[in-house]
């Protein structure tokens, strides 16, 4: 199995902070990741596809960078709604994995 | 636009069988762009992919699970199941069925659309 290492696990930050969450795949996934964003008593909902493809609908003040094993999500100016928690995903290869999770809070 | 919404009995007792439904609406279970999986969090902790179906019925297990875990579908209700087995304490978690879009890249590609999620608890 692929294991998807994320940090890191909480972060603190201001609005307007630009925040990085990097995510690590124990082998090369080539670009077959995503990332999610989930609120407390929601479903995830897809932010990033195939490492830095932005999902329709999805502010462009997210990103995603990276290919092989290592991948960052990176929010360029922090908004009250982006509080939440963060998921990278893996699709590479089955079975397939999440990273444990990032934790964004306020300062 | 394409909606899934799951249901289920509610509460399980230990050794017990889960059972759940994610039906789909809006759109066709029997595209060949799309797969169809179950994922789950337990109470404060992360997201586990369970199985995943194709509408041709082929299925992909987690190997932690594969043992007590089968996913069927029924393309003429536009739905797919989930049937977990021997239930315990710890399958307890929020169960979400989620649509992989399998047309922007690898197959099976990212969870695009996913149900609110049913909260399923096993006790005694």
């Known amino acids: 199995d692929i294991q998807m290492t994320q940090s890191p696990s909480t972060l603190s930050a201001s609005v307007g902070d630009r925040v990085t969450i990097t995510c690590r795949a124990s082998q090369s996934i080539s670009s077959w990741l995503a990332w999610y964003q989930q609120k407390p008593g929601k479903a995830p909902k897809l932010l990033i596809y195939k490492a830095s493809s932005l999902e329709s609908g999805v502010p462009s003040r997210f990103s995603g960078s990276g290919s092989g094993a290592e991948f960052t999500l990176t929010i360029s100016s922090l908004q009250p709604d982006d509080f939440a928690t963060y998921y990278c995903?893996?699709?590479?290869?089955?079975?397939?994995?999440f990273g444990g999770g990032t934790k964004v809070e306020i300062k | 636009q394409l909606q899934l919404q799951e249901s289920g009995p509610g509460p399980v007792k230990p050794s017990e069988t889960l059972s759940l439904t994610c039906n789909v609406s809006?759109?066709?279970?029997?595209?060949?762009?799309?797969?169809w999986g179950w994922i789950r969090q337990p109470p404060g902790k992360g997201l586990e992919w369970i199985g995943t179906?194709?509408?041709?019925?082929?299925?992909y297990y987690n190997p932690s699970l594969k043992s007590r875990v089968t996913i069927s579908v029924d393309t003429s209700k536009n739905q797919f199941s989930l049937k977990l087995s021997s239930v315990t304490a710890a399958d307890t978690a929020v169960y979400y069925c989620?649509?992989?879009?399998?047309?922007?890249?690898?197959?099976?590609?990212?969870?695009?659309?996913w149900g609110q999620g049913t909260m399923v608890t096993v006790s005694s």
């Open positions: 179906i194709y509408y041709s019925g082929s299925t």
């Open positions: 995903q893996q699709y590479n290869s089955w079975p397939l994995t």
């Open positions: 809006g759109g066709s279970i029997s595209s060949s762009n799309y797969y």
């Open positions: 989620a649509r992989h879009d399998s047309v922007r890249g690898a197959t099976p590609g990212a969870f695009d659309i």
